[in-house]
DNA sequence: CTTGCCTCTGACGTCAACGTCAGGTCCTAG
DNA sequence: CTAGGACCTGACGTTGACGTCAGAGGCAAG
């Protein structure tokens, strides 16, 4: 079979990151590699979804080293006291960020509504 | 009345930001001071929210260029197509970031609920 | 065997939103 | 009038997640 593994390029283009990225995440303990005899990288394909994963949290405001603290306990699928506390604070933490955002969205909205209402006294400008 | 301006101290302080940052929001254009003769800056009560404003903004991911492109479009209340465009676009991106957000939270839901399930060989493990 | 693309390891560059320090001025309480 | 806190303007430092470049090796095609 073709493709069960993949080089550091073809990642790249699936998980939709760059290589360099790739590398850091290596570097960083949050992505593990096989390497060839010649030193090149292989992943396997649910490396895919596993890239897809840390950039969910990176997209979340995780910084790598929390990433690092989450992912084994997701892997190993070991439950301590602390990590599900970490488990638990960082969804809080999310948690928070989108009653932030849902805040911020409502009061564009009301800007919005007085740029477009010229009962607020807007001056609407047409091209 | 006292307190009908104020120094950027007191400002930091009652908008909880930094005196530093107050510096950088008015470099950045976002945050217009008067100066008094011998040129320290002093600030209106209504500074207070703009900074919050501020500070929602930058929470939600906006840079400091795209905030200072939306802001005077908030004071002036003027409305041009190209402006209702960036509000509008703005508030797109929030609206995708909360989506995501949400998406994220799942999987973590998901994450934290196979670490706490046994059935899902998971080993629980006590202090 | 060579051409050309992919990959490797350093290692320095970047960018934003400030932090921090230096050296000097201002202002208010006592 | 003087001490000490608040304020001023540069200007350099910081941090994270990569970008980018240099120099060298690897690999499938022709």
Redesign the interface.
């Known amino acids: 079979m073709m493709g069960v593994t993949m080089r550091i390029g073809e990642l790249a283009t699936k998980s939709g990151v760059s290589v360099r990225a790739l590398r850091y995440y290596e570097e960083q303990g949050l992505l593990a590699a096989g390497r060839s005899d010649s030193g090149q990288r292989h992943y396997p394909e649910p490396a895919v979804d596993r890239v897809q994963?840390i950039q969910?949290?990176y997209?979340?405001g995780l910084s790598s080293r929390t990433i690092a603290e989450?992912l084994p306990?997701?892997d190993?699928?070991?439950?301590?006291?602390e990590?599900?506390a970490r488990?638990?604070a960082?969804?809080a933490r999310?948690?928070e960020?989108?009653t932030?955002?849902?805040?911020?969205?409502d009061?564009?909205?009301a800007?919005?509504a007085?740029?477009?209402d010229p009962a607020?006294?807007?001056?609407?400008?047409?091209?």
């Open positions: 994963l969910m949290l997209g979340a989450l306990c997701v190993a699928k070991v439950s301590t006291p990590s599900q488990l638990a960082e969804r999310i948690d960020q989108i932030a955002l849902i805040h911020t969205r009061r564009l909205d800007v919005i007085s740029t477009v607020n006294g807007c001056t609407v400008v047409h091209d």
